[in-house]
């Protein structure tokens, strides 16, 4: 029997194994130059369950997205349980024409407020949505990453208008720290995302909260898996 099916059968019954859930969001990669409203991370479609990992030292971040009048927007923060940011609440921005955001209805705009501290275009403002619980907040553990996180601000309501959207993200006090965006609610993964994308989002959330060894131990489990199936072909080969 071809010695590589044992180890195609390992992974994929250890992708099996997690839970459903635990791919709700597809990961955003991201190298914080989104630095600015002309900069602004694109993402495709705002439908689609998306997340991004972020870290912030005193600056804001944008992401943009066009919409269609009537689609669901969805978006919400939370933190990594990690000591250091256990107060850490970032603000959520919601930005637009000025025109469009008079529009939208809502328990969550009722909640929000203008006071965006940065500069927008003319004819732009902002719904801005700060954390307003307490602390530590209810938290939640993600499966995939094997991660506990501390859950701030939600926010849902319908698009008013079509038209080229805006989310900022910063704090006001300029505090740094470390956040996970979410988008949307739509969950959209294909078979090759199970062996490409969803292996990159583990590594990738590994990275986000500090822990190196299992990200190093996980790259040394998959260096040895392919070193084996290379060993093997070569062998092959020789025959």
């Given at each position: 029997m071809n010695k590589k099916i044992p180890v195609l059968?390992?992974?994929?019954?250890?992708?099996?194994?997690?839970?459903?859930?635990?791919?709700?969001?597809?990961?955003?990669?991201?190298?914080?130059?989104?630095?600015?409203?002309?900069?602004?991370?694109?993402?495709?479609?705002?439908?689609?369950?998306?997340a991004v990992y972020e870290e912030l030292n005193g600056n804001e971040l944008y992401y943009t997205f066009d919409g269609k009048k009537g689609d669901m927007f969805f978006a919400s923060i939370v933190i990594p349980k990690i000591e250091t940011l256990k107060n850490f609440s970032p603000s959520l921005a919601f930005i637009g024409y000025?025109?469009?955001?008079?529009?939208?209805?809502?328990?969550?705009?009722?909640?929000?407020?203008?006071?965006?501290?940065?500069?927008?275009?003319?004819?732009?403002?902002?719904?801005?949505?700060?954390?307003?619980?307490?602390?530590?907040?209810?938290?939640?553990y993600e499966p995939f990453g094997q991660i506990t996180y501390w859950e701030r601000q939600e926010i849902t309501f319908d698009l008013p208008a079509d038209g080229t959207y805006y989310l900022s993200v910063f704090d006001r006090n300029s505090n740094p720290g470390k956040y996970a965006l979410a988008i949307g609610t739509i969950e959209d993964f294909s078979a090759y995302d199970f062996f490409t994308l969803l292996p990159y989002a583990w590594l990738a959330t590994k990275l986000f909260v500090n822990d190196y060894f299992s990200a190093i131990i996980a790259i040394g489990i998959f260096i040895g898996i392919l070193g084996l199936i290379i060993f093997g072909i070569y062998r092959k080969l020789r025959k």
């Open positions: 059968i390992m992974v994929i019954g250890v992708l099996l194994l997690i839970p459903s859930t635990a791919f709700g969001h597809k990961l955003i990669p991201t190298n914080g130059s989104n630095d600015s409203l002309e900069n602004g991370l694109m993402i495709s479609d705002h439908m689609i369950s998306w000025e025109s469009h955001l008079e529009l939208i209805q809502g328990y969550e705009i009722d909640n929000s407020n203008r006071n965006f501290p940065y500069a927008l275009p003319e004819g732009f403002n902002a719904y801005v949505f700060d954390y307003s619980g307490s602390f530590p907040s209810k938290e939640f």
